[in-house]
């Protein structure tokens, strides 16, 4: 088994999840991987992804785990050489289990730029951060989904709650920092790293997570 | 990217986004940019063969660059209209106006009006009249092409046939005479296929009837020797699901069963094989170039491959590689078991023996009821079932027929069936086709039709069988445009000020609409309605579809005596598709 974390960026950041693990799994089969399938009536090939995030954001920490025997350096080698453009994967660790990232993400740190953000740290800090209800009603405060904001060369970088325990969407998170920062226009908006929850209960990264696993 | 903040305002933003895989490369030095445009939106028009072979091969052209424009949902061409932003190409983004030529596929009467939102949102009038030097060549092609005479005036020319062979001695005549519009034309017309509206004058007599026409027929062309012809070795892969998502190879052009309410089994004539030898390279290529999990044989009726097995024998390969085969368009008779597990569809079209030969169906209760115990005992989970209500000589009598097949099915499911499987039961109106020997039959009435959807409604609600049908309004507009005339693109151009767009989505379909453009350009729809006696003119008369005239009134007349006309792999009918040589089967 092989989990490997792949970009999402460019047109391929439009592409919704369930139509990337197609994409993933036909550029596994036109590079010639060998990979296991389900049995039964309608066998696929034994892809896990992790959560989904919303469409149009871009992301360098997307991860996917396939069952198969190949080794990490020649399955990027042979995925790279035929995926979708913008679906590249970046590294790839053997593992001797399925992680289950899906259920084991905690958190993800994005990366928010805008000059407006620069030197309103301290205010983004102490603040709370509310956005209005979908259906247009009451304000709802989602400043328990921020995990930590970090100042950034050209920004700021926000951790926020991500997965089944607990996820706070980086457009609600958008919409709540426009509310508060009336000239606030994200010029780039990138997931840059996942964070899972270990055994213990500590949130760690998810390279990190994977490691525990390593074949 | 270009467009960011609209994408992230519209839903399903993958539709415009491309970059899609196995897509052309828009920056290859070119000197033809061509737009492939397809007038319903993405997952529609990317299930479309017609495109999938046209794109590649206009792309393997040294000298060209083929792009993609679908018809954007109504929310980005909302957001389009309020931003004065022009329709853009799915590959560079560039606006339509920018291109050489614009070629639309036009395969369905009910898009009609997407062809005019797609001209307004690029900026260029509607009419080709109206558009001048400066401005691209605008042509269309796909099956609609057999009467394009409603929309023919919004082209300045239409491929009448296939467009493989025809699209290339266009595109070599656009670089001789590029610049020159009308020379263009003038010598483009006497390419086999190739119509030009403009140069063809219609003669009216009083009564509203054609009288004739000012110009030299138009030849249907078509690919002779369909197992050398272009077939793409890869294929675009959506960025979304697409309608039909998988490879597809086509077996073979035509069809021999001579359906007498078919438009494709006689518009495609003559009958064309490709060969199993080159059908195997192809699947295995596209399964290689494109990672799909499941490749489709294409044909009007794949049974009728005459070494389907032996195909299906060299495509085994693949199935070991985890790709499904899917044969669509089975006959009843004789269909494959083995593919029955799953999802199955039959189309029995009619309910009794009496109508199924009026329609040369040529299946017997016999061989439904054999296909339904192989269906169930090979596992099928889902049946579907196809009928057509409003066939010519049809009574209640045939509608209850409906109802029996379906209750036969549902029976022979629970003594057959290793589970419980589903039966759909699915029936659309008869729409009245040119080029078909129903040609000149009238379609049914509203209320009639309402009636027996009602009866087989009740019936199958009593008795848990799933039934959908065919809207009555849908189904009549259609038939008025599969049979108009060229008087009919006011009604077109009327229905589109109205707001009628992306007519054949339920959501969007408003009858009372088109109701009242037909009146505000003094047209009645009854005209196009009704049953049309034998010498009057026809809209289409001035096309050669390669099918005689006397062919399809004799076998109007055989329909009205309840005879048959055999199979043509059995002998030749003499319809006239073999005029050109090229008959597979003569």
């Known amino acids: ?215 | 990217m270009i467009y960011t903040h609209i994408l992230k305002k519209v839903i399903k933003p993958a539709r415009y986004t491309g970059g899609e895989y196995n897509s052309c490369d828009p920056a290859k030095p070119h000197e033809i940019s061509f737009c492939f445009c397809f007038p319903e939106p993405y997952e529609v028009a990317m299930s479309n063969l017609g495109m999938k072979i046209l794109y590649h091969m206009l792309n393997d052209r040294p000298d060209t660059v083929c792009e993609r424009c679908f018809m954007p949902w109504p929310d980005l061409s909302e957001i389009l209209i309020r931003q004065d932003i022009p329709l853009f190409s799915i590959e560079s983004k560039k606006s339509l106006r920018e291109f050489d030529i614009l070629g639309f596929s036009i395969h369905h009467e009910l898009c009609y009006t997407n062809i005019l939102h797609m001209l307004r949102l690029a900026g260029l009038p509607f009419y080709a009249r109206e558009r001048g030097e400066g401005m691209p060549l605008v042509i269309a092609g796909g099956p609609c092409s057999v009467n394009p005479e409603p929309y023919a005036e919004f082209f300045d020319l239409i491929v009448v046939g296939e467009g493989e062979e025809c699209l290339n001695s266009l595109l070599g005549l656009y670089l001789e005479e590029k610049g020159d519009r009308k020379r263009f034309l003038e010598r483009a017309a006497a390419i086999e296929g190739v119509y030009v509206p403009s140069l063809l004058e219609v003669q009216y007599s009083s009564d509203g009837t054609i009288r004739g026409f000012l110009d030299p027929k138009v030849k249907k062309t078509f690919v002779r020797d369909l197992d050398n012809s272009y077939f793409p070795e890869r294929m675009i892969i959506p960025n979304i699901e697409a309608v039909h998502d998988r490879a597809v190879i086509e077996l073979f052009r035509g069809c021999s069963n001579g359906c007498r309410f078919c438009q494709a089994g006689f518009a495609t004539r003559p009958i064309r094989y490709r060969s199993k030898g080159k059908l195997s390279r192809q699947a295995a290529k596209l399964i290689e170039s494109t990672g799909y999990e499941e490749i489709s044989l294409s044909s009007l009726s794949t049974g009728d491959y005459p070494e389907l097995r032996d195909l299906l024998d060299e495509l085994k390969p693949l199935k070991e590689k985890w790709t499904n085969i899917s044969l669509p368009s089975l006959r009843l008779r004789g269909f494959y078991g083995e593919f029955a597990a799953g999802s199955l569809t039959f189309a029995p079209e009619a309910g009794t023996q009496r109508l199924r030969d009026v329609i040369n169906k040529n299946i017997t209760d016999e061989d439904i009821e054999a296909a339904f115990k192989e269906a169930f005992s090979a596992d099928c989970s889902n049946l579907k079932l196809y009928f057509m209500t409003g066939l010519p000589t049809e009574t209640m009598e045939d509608i209850e027929g409906i109802a029996q097949v379906a209750l036969l099915a549902k029976r022979l499911s629970r003594s057959e069936g290793k589970r419980s499987p589903s039966i759909t039961v699915s029936s659309s109106v008869f729409l009245p086709k040119p080029f078909t020997p129903f040609q000149w039959e009238a379609m049914d009435d509203r209320q009639a039709t309402l009636e027996k959807q009602a009866y087989l409604r009740q019936i199958f609600r009593k008795n848990r069988i799933k039934y959908s049908y065919h809207d009555y309004d849908m189904s009549r507009l259609e038939a008025i445009f599969s049979r108009g005339d060229r008087r009919l693109s006011e009604v077109i151009v009327a229905a589109y000020r109205k707001g009628c767009t992306l007519d054949s989505w339920t959501e969007f379909f408003d009858a009372k609409k088109w109701d009242e453009a037909f009146s505000e350009c003094g047209i009645d729809p009854g005209f196009y309605l009704r049953k049309r006696p034998f010498d009057e003119v026809l809209p289409w008369d001035f096309i050669d579809a390669h099918i005689s005239r006397k062919y399809l009134q004799r076998e109007c007349e055989r329909a009205y005596a309840g005879v048959t006309t055999r199979d043509c792999r059995l002998g030749c009918n003499g319809c006239g598709a073999s005029a050109g040589g090229c008959c597979a089967l003569c």
């Open chain 1, 1 to 215: 088994m092989l989990t490997f974390r792949f970009q999402k960026v460019g047109a391929a950041a439009f592409i919704p999840h369930v139509n990337a693990m197609r994409h993933i799994t036909r550029a596994i089969r036109r590079a010639g991987i060998e990979a296991a399938y389900s049995q039964g009536f309608n066998p696929h090939m034994n892809v896990y992804l992790s959560p989904p995030m919303p469409l149009g954001f871009e992301s360098l920490c997307e991860y996917c785990t396939v069952d198969t025997k190949t080794g990490a350096e020649e399955f990027m080698r042979l995925y790279n050489a035929h995926c979708l453009k913008g679906m590249e994967c970046l590294e790839a660790a053997e593992v001797v289990a399925n992680p289950n990232i899906a259920a084991a993400a905690a958190a993800a740190l994005y990366e928010i730029e805008d000059p407006a953000l620069i030197g309103r740290l301290d205010e983004l800090q102490r603040g709370r951060f509310t956005v209005e209800e979908k259906d247009g009603g009451a304000e709802k405060d989602i400043t328990e989904g921020v995990l930590a904001i970090e100042r950034t060369p050209r920004g700021i970088s926000a951790l926020l709650k991500y997965g089944n325990m607990g996820n706070l969407r980086i457009d609600r998170f958008l919409e709540a920092l426009a509310r508060r920062i009336p000239d606030f226009k994200p010029q780039r908006v990138v997931k840059a790293r996942l964070y899972c929850c270990d055994g213990s209960g500590e949130i760690i990264p998810a390279q990190q997570y994977i490691s525990k696993i390593l074949r």
